[in-house]
């Protein structure tokens, strides 16, 4: 149990353009899905937690116009990097909390490799 | 931001010896958390500490809470190639705008020779 997935796992694209990223609970609701960053051979960086229903909150630094993230059902979330260019190359990765799981629980997804040309 | 200092950064031993990681922050954290990535994927979590002194093991791997509540390690008994990865120390915020979330430590990259 406790599977989150992530779509696509790679998508490269050329600058500009906006790239969609679903997270998905497969057998658990997620009342909170958060959203990292990672560049190679670094840490995760949190960058927004988002609650079930309502707006995001986003870490400081993080361009909120810039990293749009909406979680609108209970097993989505999704991150949309807008107008992508090469510095917003990066792993990205989530991870879901649900109702019944600890308060120290997170299950990660698989994450995404995004290379912006 | 709280920040984690995890060390060492990467680590080169052979199979079956054993391995020790720690990680120190200036801040307390109610609980620390230690992870396992493989290149390309998430990061799955290996152990997990919530009361300050906990010494908890998981097979061939011991962590334990600091009893200060700002520092953990992480030990690796017997290592197989299969260990090979990397490992993140995480705390979960005690209190102010850092409640409830992880902070991560830089990971220790970890090599084991056959």
């Known amino acids: 149990g406790a599977v989150v997935s992530q779509h696509p796992s790679w998508v490269i694209c050329k600058s500009g353009t906006s790239v969609k990223i679903e997270c998905r609970s497969l057998d658990f609701q997620a009342t909170t899905m958060f959203w990292y960053r990672q560049f190679p051979k670094q840490s995760l960086m949190l960058m927004a937690t988002s609650n079930e229903g309502s707006k995001a909150t986003y870490e400081q630094g993080v361009e909120k116009d810039k990293f749009l993230i909406n979680h609108a059902s209970l097993t989505l979330s999704t991150l949309t990097v807008t107008s992508a260019h090469p510095e917003d190359s990066s792993f990205y990765i989530c991870?879901?909390?649900?109702?019944?799981?600890?308060?120290?629980?997170?299950?990660f997804g698989p994450g995404t490799r995004l290379t912006v040309l | 931001g709280q920040q984690l200092n995890q060390s060492p950064q990467s680590m080169f031993i052979q199979e079956g010896e054993d391995v020790s990681m720690n990680c120190t922050s200036s801040s307390i954290f109610n609980t620390w958390l230690w992870y396992k990535q493989d290149p390309g994927e998430g990061p799955v979590l290996l152990i997990a500490l919530y009361k300050a002194g906990e010494l908890t093991s998981n097979g061939r791997l011991t962590a334990q809470f600091g009893i200060t509540r700002k520092d953990s390690f992480l030990n690796i008994s017997a290592s197989i190639p299969s260990d090979v990865g990397i490992y993140f120390c995480a705390g979960r915020g005690a209190g102010g705008t850092s409640y409830g979330k992880l902070t991560f430590g830089q990971g220790t990259i970890l090599t084991v020779h056959p």
């Open positions: 991870s879901a909390r649900s109702r019944t799981s600890g308060p120290n629980e997170q299950f």
